[in-house]
């Protein structure tokens, strides 16, 4: 992967077996990306990329002044979201060891003292892990299935820039943890588009006609992922 400065951008250019160049701009930080085929000089590209230079702007705009969450303080009434819906958090004092509990409007995290933010935090991510992890298990087999294809398993990670990622090498699909405050909708079309790259490595033509076959409106919950809360 190379580097290339336009303007005050940072490109990260990748040369691949493909037929068409393909520009991204990608939350939640506003990266650049594009992939060439192998024949384009850089110089080229770097020509494409200023005929581009208004929209480039304009998309990271937009990721970048996208709603950010606040820093959490792990405090009772505070806000936390599980599957798009809001949740006021509740601690509560246990003797019986740490537990996280869903009400109707509350999620209780119940844990003995002493305790501080990090102890309440990893308690709720541990939690948040098992119920996201729920979630994925239903949708990879029934996508994989449905497309045909055979994941090796996936893997629930913190991930900085990405909803989710393949490995050509494992067959293993990585999903960001942060989905699991996502609306379902939003958490199936990451995985249906991991899964498509077991059948196009790259997001060329090909790649969005069968995006467009088996879930027509993909282009929606993409728009609405990438609007939500950071």
Not at 48 to 68: D, G, N, V
Not at 121 to 128: E, G, V
Not at 139 to 162: A, C, E, F, Q
Request: net charge positive.
């Amino acid at each position: 992967m190379q580097l290339l400065k336009v303007a005050d951008i940072a490109v990260q250019v990748s040369y691949k077996p493909i037929k068409n160049v393909h520009l991204s701009v990608h939350p939640p930080d506003g990266r650049v990306t594009i992939s060439s085929p192998e024949h384009i000089a850089l110089d080229k590209l770097k020509v494409y990329l200023l005929t581009k230079l208004q929209w480039i702007r304009k998309e990271r705009k937009k990721i970048i002044t996208q709603p950010r969450e606040t820093e959490k303080l792990y405090i009772t009434r505070e806000s936390h979201y599980l599957f798009g819906k809001r949740y006021l958090l509740k601690i509560t004092y246990s003797v019986k060891g740490t537990k996280v509990l869903l009400h109707h409007s509350t999620i209780e995290i119940l844990l003995p003292k002493p305790f501080d933010a990090i102890a309440k935090q990893k308690a709720l991510h541990k939690w948040y892990r098992q119920q996201l992890a729920l979630k994925l298990d239903a949708l990879v087999d029934k996508w994989r299935r449905i497309i045909g294809v055979n994941p090796s398993g996936y893997t629930i990670r913190t991930m900085k820039t990405k909803w989710g990622s393949c490995s050509d090498k494992s067959g293993r699909l990585n999903f960001n943890l942060e989905l699991v405050k996502k609306p379902i909708e939003c958490i199936e079309y990451i995985v249906v588009h991991e899964l498509m790259h077991f059948l196009r490595r790259h997001h060329d033509k090909d790649f969005i006609a069968l995006m467009n076959q088996y879930l027509p409106n993909w282009q929606l919950r993409k728009k609405n992922l990438n609007e939500l809360p950071v």
